[in-house]
């Protein structure tokens, strides 16, 4: 459970204590997270290989569509919104959390291919 914490929160599989990201980003000001090329703990390598990346965007469509199915279940069915209304609120929370899916989707694919050498 500890892994998915530290998955979570960004933190180096290797360390547990370094940070991924070095700037958080800011959707609303156009900046995307920036991450850290080594971990400042321990010098773990986060990116692989070149173009090593790609597969986390798969992971971070899933987290969009869950996060799009959920407000739609929720605003739609529990709230009763009329559909032009849940579609709006559905694209302002896929924006709002278009950073924080950036972020987690590279850190679940550094931790999906992280092997201990321990």
């Known amino acids: 459970m ?11 599989p290797n360390c547990r204590r370094g940070k991924i990201f070095k700037k958080g980003g800011n959707i ?3 900046n995307i997270p920036k991450m850290n090329p080594v971990c400042q703990e321990c010098g773990f390598k986060f990116e692989k290989e070149t173009g090593f990346f790609f597969g986390a965007m ?3 469509y899933t987290l969009a569509a869950a996060q799009m199915i959920a ?9 009763d919104l009329s559909p032009l209304r849940v579609f709006a609120v559905i694209i302002v929370i896929a924006l709002l959390l278009s950073t924080f899916n950036y972020k987690l989707s590279r850190s679940i694919w550094i931790y999906l291919f992280y092997k201990n050498n321990n």
């Open 71 to 79: 407000s739609l279940l929720l605003f739609w069915y529990m709230v």
């Open 28 to 30: 609303l000001m156009f």
């Open 2 to 12: 500890s892994k998915v914490v530290d998955a979570l929160s960004c933190k180096c």
């Open 58 to 60: 798969f992971v971070s």
